[in-house]
Each structure stands twice: as C-alpha cells, then as structure tokens.
C-alpha cells in the first residue's frame, strides 16, 4: 500500500484498532500479570473484529430494511413465487440483455420484472413496464399506485 492511498478513514479504523489492542492489553496485563500482556492484544483483536462486523451486518441491515426490500424480489403478481431471503434470487432467474447486463428477473410464471429503484415493475417484451409494488420501510411491500409508465 502506498502512502499516498491511505485515506483519513482507513487511518482512524487503525489507531481505533491500536487503542482498543493497548487498552485490552494493559488491563489483562494489569489483571492477570503476564499472561494477559501475551492474550490481551489476541483477544482484543477479536473483540474489535466482532465489533466491527456486527456495526457492518447492523448498516446492511437498515440499509435493506429502509431502501430495497427485505426479501429483495417480493411475491409475484400470481402469488406462485417468492425471492428468497435478503438478496437471494428464489423463484427468480435473471433476463440477460446482449451486452451482459440484467434486463430483468423471471418468475417461474413466465412474468418478466425489473426492480427499478424500491419499485418492482412488470416487464413488457417491447420494454414498457407496468407498476406492480413499491417498497415502504415501514409496512414492507405495497401495490404501487404510480400509473406513469
């Protein structure tokens, strides 16, 4: 890593890092004589990673239940097919376009979506779409009332 690509971010999750191993060290050290100054860097290293994975996994969390839908593709307009939990596809398959991008999801019904926004749309062949549901934070997945095209 260069100097030059070390950001203001990265350098505070460091010395977060450094104070939590010192801080951890010291006090094991201080409680359990040596053999806390040889485990306490070891176990504060682990409670910092805990720390941070479970802030992580907490913004993951929000940010899904707020922005794009826990499960990420709702129930199909038949009923027949789900999404599957968080940002599995479930009953979906994906719709390629010729550059390799997604056009769209599949249900097993045949019903082409596209997921535009916190709107789940029904795709037409010709590429217009229908609105179908719309994502609240609140009250999950409701019909979208948005008849624009």
């Known amino acids: 890593m260069r ?12 010395l977060g890092v450094a104070a939590v191993l010192a801080a951890l060290g010291l006090g ?8 806390g100054y040889v485990f306490g860097p070891s176990l504060g290293a682990a ?8 802030a992580v996994a ?6 899904n239940r707020l922005f794009r839908g826990i ?5 199909c307009g038949n009923g027949c097919c789900r999404g599957g939990w968080l940002a599995a596809l479930g009953d ?3 719709v390629w376009n010729e550059d390799g991008t997604v056009r769209g999801f599949r249900c097993r019904c045949g019903i082409t979506y596209q997921k535009v926004g916190r ?5 037409a062949p010709d590429g217009s779409f ?8 609140l009250k999950g997945w409701l019909p979208d009332r948005d008849l624009r095209p």
């Open 47 to 54: 409670a910092m990673l805990v720390i941070l994975c479970a």
């Open 3 to 14: 100097l030059g690509d070390v950001t203001g971010p990265f350098l505070l999750l460091l």
């Open 92 to 94: 979906y398959k994906p």
């Open 130 to 137: 229908r609105p179908y549901l719309v994502w609240d934070g």
């Open 28 to 35: 094991a050290g201080l409680g359990w004589g040596w053999i």
């Open 58 to 63: 907490t913004g993951l969390l929000i940010r």
């Open 71 to 75: 499960p990420w593709l709702p129930v």
């Open 119 to 123: 709107r789940f749309v029904e795709l």
